[in-house]
Protein backbone atom coordinates (compact mmCIF):
# COMPACT_ATOMS: atom_id res chain seq x y z
CA UNK A 1 0.00 0.00 0.00
CA UNK A 2 2.73 2.55 1.01
CA UNK A 3 4.66 1.58 -2.04
CA UNK A 4 1.56 2.12 -4.06
CA UNK A 5 0.70 5.83 -2.79
CA UNK A 6 4.72 6.71 -3.45
CA UNK A 7 4.43 5.65 -6.98
CA UNK A 8 1.23 7.93 -7.37
CA UNK A 9 3.00 11.24 -5.08
CA UNK A 10 5.77 10.46 -7.84
CA UNK A 11 3.74 10.22 -10.84
CA UNK A 12 1.65 13.12 -9.68
CA UNK A 13 5.18 14.96 -9.08
CA UNK A 14 6.15 14.08 -12.27
CA UNK A 15 3.23 15.36 -14.30
CA UNK A 16 3.25 18.75 -11.99
CA UNK A 17 6.88 19.41 -13.44
CA UNK A 18 5.87 18.42 -17.18
CA UNK A 19 2.93 21.00 -17.04
CA UNK A 20 5.47 23.50 -15.45
CA UNK A 21 7.51 22.67 -18.68
CA UNK A 22 5.78 24.92 -21.33
CA UNK A 23 7.38 28.19 -21.21
CA UNK A 24 6.65 31.30 -19.64
CA UNK A 25 9.40 33.62 -21.00
CA UNK A 26 8.82 34.76 -24.92
CA UNK A 27 10.58 32.47 -27.10
CA UNK A 28 11.28 35.77 -28.89
CA UNK A 29 13.71 36.38 -26.02
CA UNK A 30 14.79 32.83 -25.52
CA UNK A 31 14.90 30.02 -28.03
CA UNK A 32 17.49 30.45 -30.36
CA UNK A 33 18.41 28.03 -33.27
CA UNK A 34 22.01 27.21 -32.54
CA UNK A 35 24.53 24.49 -34.81
CA UNK A 36 25.32 22.43 -31.81
CA UNK A 37 24.51 21.87 -27.93
CA UNK A 38 27.31 21.92 -25.16
CA UNK A 39 28.08 18.39 -24.65
CA UNK A 40 29.91 19.06 -21.19
CA UNK A 41 28.91 20.13 -17.97
CA UNK A 42 31.68 23.25 -18.87
CA UNK A 43 30.16 24.01 -21.83
CA UNK A 44 26.99 23.82 -20.47
CA UNK A 45 27.76 26.76 -17.25
CA UNK A 46 29.67 28.76 -20.12
CA UNK A 47 26.21 29.23 -22.10
CA UNK A 48 24.08 29.41 -19.19
CA UNK A 49 26.26 32.42 -17.65
CA UNK A 50 26.24 33.66 -21.03
CA UNK A 51 22.17 33.19 -21.83
CA UNK A 52 21.33 34.41 -18.40
CA UNK A 53 18.01 32.66 -17.75
CA UNK A 54 17.50 34.09 -14.28
CA UNK A 55 18.42 37.62 -15.22
CA UNK A 56 15.60 37.68 -19.16
CA UNK A 57 13.02 35.87 -16.99
CA UNK A 58 12.80 37.38 -13.58
CA UNK A 59 12.67 33.82 -12.23
CA UNK A 60 14.91 30.90 -10.51
CA UNK A 61 13.18 28.04 -11.74
CA UNK A 62 14.39 28.90 -15.28
CA UNK A 63 17.43 27.12 -16.23
CA UNK A 64 19.34 26.67 -19.74
CA UNK A 65 18.66 24.25 -21.96
CA UNK A 66 20.10 23.32 -24.94
CA UNK A 67 17.68 20.52 -27.16
CA UNK A 68 16.81 19.07 -30.39
CA UNK A 69 13.84 19.12 -31.98
CA UNK A 70 11.46 15.85 -32.68
CA UNK A 71 13.12 15.12 -35.77
CA UNK A 72 17.03 15.16 -33.91
CA UNK A 73 17.66 17.62 -36.84
CA UNK A 74 18.08 20.51 -35.28
CA UNK A 75 19.14 22.11 -31.70
CA UNK A 76 17.68 24.86 -29.50
CA UNK A 77 18.90 26.80 -27.29
CA UNK A 78 16.39 28.04 -24.78
CA UNK A 79 15.57 29.15 -20.78
CA UNK A 80 12.69 26.86 -19.35
CA UNK A 81 11.89 25.15 -16.07
CA UNK A 82 13.72 21.73 -15.82
CA UNK A 83 11.23 19.07 -16.41
CA UNK A 84 11.53 15.06 -15.79
CA UNK A 85 11.87 13.09 -18.70
CA UNK A 86 10.38 9.82 -18.32
CA UNK A 87 10.29 6.52 -20.03
CA UNK A 88 13.81 5.86 -21.36
CA UNK A 89 13.53 8.08 -23.92
CA UNK A 90 15.80 11.31 -25.48
CA UNK A 91 14.71 14.88 -24.43
CA UNK A 92 13.40 17.08 -27.02
CA UNK A 93 12.27 20.93 -27.73
CA UNK A 94 9.04 20.20 -29.00
CA UNK A 95 7.97 23.74 -31.55
CA UNK A 96 4.26 22.93 -31.54
CA UNK A 97 3.82 22.53 -27.99
CA UNK A 98 6.21 25.26 -26.87
CA UNK A 99 7.99 23.13 -24.17
CA UNK A 100 10.40 20.65 -23.20
CA UNK A 101 9.58 16.49 -22.98
CA UNK A 102 10.78 13.29 -24.14
CA UNK A 103 10.53 12.52 -27.55
CA UNK A 104 7.95 9.75 -28.64
CA UNK A 105 7.81 9.44 -31.90
CA UNK A 106 11.43 9.57 -33.19
CA UNK A 107 12.44 5.52 -32.92
CA UNK A 108 16.19 7.31 -32.74
CA UNK A 109 15.10 9.00 -29.58
CA UNK A 110 14.83 5.65 -27.49
CA UNK A 111 17.86 6.05 -25.57
CA UNK A 112 17.71 3.01 -23.66
CA UNK A 113 20.27 0.76 -26.07
CA UNK A 114 22.42 3.73 -25.93
CA UNK A 115 26.08 3.09 -25.51
CA UNK A 116 25.27 5.22 -21.91
CA UNK A 117 21.52 4.78 -21.48
CA UNK A 118 19.58 7.12 -19.85
CA UNK A 119 17.79 6.06 -17.21
CA UNK A 120 13.78 5.66 -17.15
CA UNK A 121 13.57 9.20 -15.71
CA UNK A 122 16.28 12.08 -15.28
CA UNK A 123 15.98 15.80 -15.44
CA UNK A 124 15.72 17.72 -18.67
CA UNK A 125 18.81 19.72 -17.62
CA UNK A 126 21.43 16.45 -17.89
CA UNK A 127 20.47 15.65 -21.05
CA UNK A 128 23.58 16.56 -22.77
CA UNK A 129 25.01 13.43 -20.70
CA UNK A 130 23.43 11.52 -23.35
CA UNK A 131 25.20 12.54 -26.27
CA UNK A 132 23.83 10.16 -28.78
CA UNK A 133 20.41 11.62 -28.03
CA UNK A 134 22.16 14.85 -29.86
CA UNK A 135 23.12 13.49 -33.65
CA UNK A 136 26.20 15.74 -35.51
CA UNK A 137 24.66 17.18 -38.53
CA UNK A 138 28.43 18.88 -39.34
CA UNK A 139 29.83 15.32 -39.30
CA UNK A 140 28.45 15.18 -42.41
CA UNK A 141 29.35 18.07 -43.82
CA UNK A 142 32.60 17.70 -42.61
CA UNK A 143 32.49 14.05 -44.87
CA UNK A 144 31.38 16.12 -47.80
CA UNK A 145 34.05 18.37 -47.70
CA UNK A 146 36.61 16.06 -47.21
CA UNK A 147 35.37 14.24 -50.19
CA UNK A 148 35.31 17.55 -52.44
CA UNK A 149 38.72 17.91 -51.12
CA UNK A 150 39.95 14.91 -52.25
CA UNK A 151 38.30 15.08 -55.75
CA UNK A 152 39.66 18.04 -56.30
CA UNK A 153 43.11 17.10 -55.55
CA UNK A 154 42.41 14.13 -57.50
CA UNK A 155 41.36 16.46 -60.41
CA UNK A 156 44.74 18.69 -60.05
CA UNK A 157 46.73 15.54 -59.93
CA UNK A 158 45.05 14.20 -62.61
CA UNK A 159 45.95 17.67 -64.80
CA UNK A 160 49.25 17.36 -63.81
CA UNK A 161 50.19 14.19 -64.54
CA UNK A 162 48.14 14.88 -67.96
CA UNK A 163 50.43 17.55 -69.08
CA UNK A 164 53.61 16.02 -67.66
CA UNK A 165 52.57 13.29 -70.82
CA UNK A 166 51.61 15.90 -72.93
CA UNK A 167 55.38 17.90 -72.45
CA UNK A 168 57.11 14.76 -72.56
CA UNK A 169 55.09 13.79 -75.65
CA UNK A 170 56.09 16.75 -77.52
CA UNK A 171 59.82 16.82 -76.15
CA UNK A 172 60.25 12.94 -77.38
CA UNK A 173 58.49 14.37 -81.05
CA UNK A 174 61.19 17.00 -81.51
CA UNK A 175 64.13 14.52 -80.37
CA UNK A 176 62.55 12.19 -82.80
CA UNK A 177 62.75 14.63 -85.80
CA UNK A 178 65.98 15.82 -84.83
CA UNK A 179 67.08 12.14 -84.81
CA UNK A 180 65.53 11.55 -88.24
CA UNK A 181 67.07 14.55 -89.89
CA UNK A 182 70.33 13.86 -88.38
CA UNK A 183 70.27 10.44 -89.72
CA UNK A 184 69.09 12.06 -93.26
CA UNK A 185 72.02 14.21 -93.28
CA UNK A 186 74.58 11.71 -92.27
CA UNK A 187 72.79 9.33 -95.22
CA UNK A 188 73.23 12.26 -97.70
CA UNK A 189 76.68 12.59 -96.84
CA UNK A 190 77.29 9.14 -97.02
CA UNK A 191 75.66 8.80 -100.42
CA UNK A 192 77.44 11.94 -101.43
CA UNK A 193 81.54 10.31 -100.31
CA UNK A 194 80.33 7.44 -102.24
CA UNK A 195 79.98 8.72 -105.96
CA UNK A 196 83.23 8.51 -107.80
CA UNK A 197 84.89 11.95 -108.85
CA UNK A 198 84.18 11.40 -112.94
CA UNK A 199 80.70 11.17 -111.71
CA UNK A 200 80.72 14.15 -109.25
CA UNK A 201 82.25 16.45 -112.28
CA UNK A 202 79.69 14.85 -114.33
CA UNK A 203 77.08 16.16 -112.42
CA UNK A 204 78.38 19.43 -111.69
CA UNK A 205 78.93 19.58 -115.41
CA UNK A 206 74.95 18.41 -116.12
CA UNK A 207 74.21 21.02 -113.69
Not at 43 to 64: H, S
Not at 168 to 191: A, D, F
Amino acid sequence: MLQRNALIVTTLTCMFHIMRGELGCSPNETLQNVPSCPMSRKEIMEAALRLNCQEICKDNRYMYHCLPDNKMEHFFELCAPKVFIIGRRCAEYNWDGNKIQANRYNTRADCSNHTNPCPYVYNSTEAYKYQECFPRPSTNKGSKTKETELNISTAVLSGIIISIVLINGGVLSCLLRVYVCKNCTQQMTNVEENIPMSQKEDLDFEV
